[in-house]
T-cell receptor, first 112, second 114 residues
Framework: GAGVSQSPSNKVTEKGKDVELRCDPI?????LYWYRQSLGQGLEFLIY????????KSGLPSDRFSAERTGGSVSTLTIQRTQQEDSAVYLC??????????FGPGTRLTVL | QKEVEQNSGPLSVPEGAIASLNCTYS??????FFWYRQYSGKSPELIMS????GDKEDGRFTAQLNKASQYVSLLIRDSQPSDSATYLC??????????????FGKGTLLTVNP
């Protein structure tokens, strides 16, 4: 079956611009996670969605970061006024409930 | 603070040997454990899950769990150059208010030399 998909695969933007990253989870998976991975670093948890419950935003690094999940499916991560330190790979994962997470291919964001 | 610790490596083994990857975790409430493989420039791929003490085998991979020692390992038999990747250990705990999160280690880089 189809796995987690993310778009775009690569995004190059100028400092100060806003970007939107999209994630399509595996059909039927109720849980969705966003992570950030900087070069050579581990996974940094950003945000978690579960069904219609309020999301856990505790990992968002600043108020420039926000995320939505519409209809319990597709999610969009928005970064406003991008900074060079935002450059990283942004990974989305989905899970049928909790436990096992399945990752998408990621979006590589480069802020010039 | 829940932590998962891994030796960053690199761990270098010759082709055909057994590669042994180790992981310790701090939260005794952790119940489920996962190994992910991440090739350079790619996203993590789930390769093994283990929930009970003992060994779980899947092909060339064996996961081992010892909850008393808070220790998880992954053995790769007959290592191949295609196994060269970073291996991430992750733990899930049912305790605490954020029981939906996985705690990831920083990964061990494995290199299998032909």
């Amino acid at each position: 079956g189809a796995g987690v998909s993310q778009s775009p695969s690569n995004k190059v933007t100028e400092k100060g611009k806003d970007v939107e990253l999209r994630c399509d989870p595996i059909s039927g998976h109720t849980a969705l996670y966003w992570y950030r991975q900087s070069l050579g670093q581990g996974l940094e948890f950003l945000i978690y969605f579960q069904g219609n419950s309020a999301p856990d935003k505790s990992g968002l690094p600043s108020d420039r970061f926000s995320a939505e999940r519409t209809g319990g499916s597709v999610s969009t991560l928005t970064i406003q006024r991008t900074q060079q330190e935002d450059s990283a790979v942004y990974l989305c994962a989905s899970s049928p409930w909790i436990n096992e997470q399945f990752f998408g291919p990621g979006t590589r964001l480069t802020v010039l | 603070q829940k932590e998962v610790e891994q030796n960053s490596g690199p761990l270098s083994v010759p082709e055909g040997a057994i590669a042994s990857l180790n992981c310790t975790y701090s939260d005794r409430g952790s119940q489920s454990f996962f190994w992910y493989r991440q090739y350079s420039g790619k996203s993590p791929e789930l390769i093994m899950s283990i929930y009970s003490n003992g060994d779980k085998e899947d092909g060339r991979f064996t996961a081992q769990l010892n909850k008393a020692s808070q220790y998880v390992s992954l053995l790769i038999r007959d290592s191949q150059p295609s196994d060269s990747a970073t291996y991430l250990c992750a733990a899930h705990s049912n305790s605490g208010g954020s029981n939906y999160k996985l705690t990831f280690g920083k990964g061990t880089l494995l290199t299998v030399n032909p």
